[in-house]
Structure formats: C-alpha cells, structure tokens
C-alpha cells in the first residue's frame, strides 16, 4: 500500500469500529468496491495478531490473490503463516456438496481451525452463488443457521458480500436478511459513504 | 443535537434549541442530560464534542445506507417478507 493509500486508509471511518468490535461477533460486510473491503479485512486480521489471535480467510478464488492483497495490505503474511495465526483456504467453487447445513458450518467452525490457537478471527463466505434466488436464499438459511449459536463459539466472522453481485430483483429482501442474522454490519463504499453500526439499531423499539 | 450544531455560533443557546426542537423545557432538559452522560455534548456553555459531531455524521450515513439499499426496519415478522 503506498503512502496515500495507507492515509486514507488509516482515516477511512469505519475502522474505528474495526478496532472497537468486540469479541464473538458475527459481522456483514458489504461492500461495492473490493479495494475497501480489503482495508477492512487487513485492519481486522491486523488487530488480531497484535492481540495474539489465529486468523483465517476462507475463499473460492485462488488463495494467493487473497494472499497478494493481504500483503498489500501491510500484513506478512510469510509470517503470520510460519507462527500458524494465518491460514487462508481455498473453498470449492461448486455449491453442490455445501446443501448439508450442519456439515458446512461444522467445517467452517472445526476442520478450518483445526490445531489453531483460540481465540479465533474468520473471514469468509461459503456459498459462491449469490447471484440467483435459489443462491442467496440458501446462503441466507446457512447464515441464519450459524447466527442462532453464534454465541456458543469462540470466534468472530466477517461474512462478505459484493452488493453488485446478489440477486437483483429482490436485493432489498436479502440484504435484509443478512443484516437480520448478524451482529454488525459494515459498509464497505467510498470515504464519504463509508459507515459500520450495530445492526440491531435497526429494530424498532416503540413497538 | 442537529439543532445545536446549526446554531451560528460555535455556543448554542439553550432557549434557541428548545424553539428550533420544539420541546418543552423539561423534556429538553432531560434529552441534554442525556447526551451530556454521553459525552456528545457539554451544557455550560452548550457546545457538541467530537463524539456527538462523529455521531451525527454516523447517523447520515446509516440514514443513507438505510435509503441506498431500500431497507426499513428488521424486526418486520417473517411472514412480511419473502425473503427468509
């Protein structure tokens, strides 16, 4: 990251919350511009390693991007892997062997931090196909099932969305759902559009 | 809050913020106690801090996120929506 970026990034509003978060919280980040959601994930991972924390990044693109950008991102990567507080793993492509819910989320939570040291950071999204209602709405029912024994677990997870890539007809509905089933959400967009809160500021409380 | 920041001076003054609020007195009395706990705003002399123009600002942008990607509230029952 050159120095400009490293400014800006450093003033980008939502990394205040970043570093504020606290622990065992599941968290939407949506985003419309990857460079953002980039300086997200890297301040996340960041605070972990200096709060001695075993992070981990999940994904259907070739680990090295994920890695290449991390790098970028001002983490060494080398490293944190050699101290085995970093691993980043390549998910299969393909949604056809993710339908059993119990079986997905017991591989997210157990075969990914296996021999890891807990207190965990996540970052991941298993179901690729975010584009079509049979994608989303099953990659909802995932996240609401992983949402309702959150709690019970010992880690927190960034679950990350492009907003150009879901389901258009009925985009409201989704994202709906996805700020319903988790914790915080942050918003991944330009400087001045930028913003990370609670989701349950959403509730109505004058029912 | 808003309105304490429109004031022309930096110091807002008490009784301009309770015309431009429309409050009572103790209604509004109470609301800037409230916000002095905070820690968003100082009341003698009225004056917002960083945190309450920092949470000012936060609030437009939820308020823009909330209208950008046509949400309302959460707690809508499920049967309201089709999504899931």
């Known amino acids: 990251m050159d120095n400009k970026n490293k400014n800006d990034s450093k003033n980008y509003r939502p990394m205040k919350f970043v570093d504020q978060m606290e622990r065992n919280k599941h968290i939407l980040l949506l985003y419309d511009d990857q460079k953002y959601a980039y300086w997200i994930v890297g301040r996340y991972f960041h605070y972990g390693f200096a709060k001695g924390e075993s992070c981990m990044f999940y994904t259907s693109d070739r680990p090295e991007i994920i890695e290449k950008h991390l790098s970028a991102g001002g983490i060494d990567v080398s490293l944190f892997k050699q101290k085995n507080l970093l691993r980043i793993y390549g998910i299969e492509r393909s ?64 679950c990350y969305y492009d907003i150009s890539r879901i389901e258009p007809t009925r985009k409201h509905e989704w994202i709906s759902s996805l700020l319903r089933n988790h914790h915080y959400v942050i918003y991944a967009s330009e400087p001045n559009k930028a913003v990370a809160f609670e989701t349950a500021l959403l509730e109505q409380d004058d029912k | 809050m808003d309105e304490i920041t429109n004031d022309e001076d930096s110091v807002a003054k008490p009784t301009r913020v309770q015309l431009r609020s429309n409050l009572a007195y103790d209604k509004l009395a109470r609301y800037l106690d409230e916000l002095e706990n905070k820690k968003m705003i100082i009341q003698s002399p009225l004056l917002i801090t960083k945190k309450g123009r920092d949470f000012l600002q936060d609030y437009d942008r939820i308020s823009n996120f909330i209208h950008e990607m046509g949400i309302k509230y959460l707690d809508i029952p499920l049967d309201e929506m089709r999504g899931v």
Request: no cysteine; charged share 30%.
């Open chain 1, 95 to 158: 949604d056809d062997n993710k339908h059993n819910i119990p079986h997905a989320l017991n591989q997210i939570r157990e075969e990914y931090t296996k021999d890891m040291k807990p207190p965990y950071r996540r970052v991941g999204g298993t179901i690729t196909d975010v584009q079509t209602i049979d994608g989303i709405r099953f990659n909802i029912l995932l996240e609401k099932a992983g949402h309702q024994h959150f709690d019970e677990f010992n880690y927190s997870q960034i």
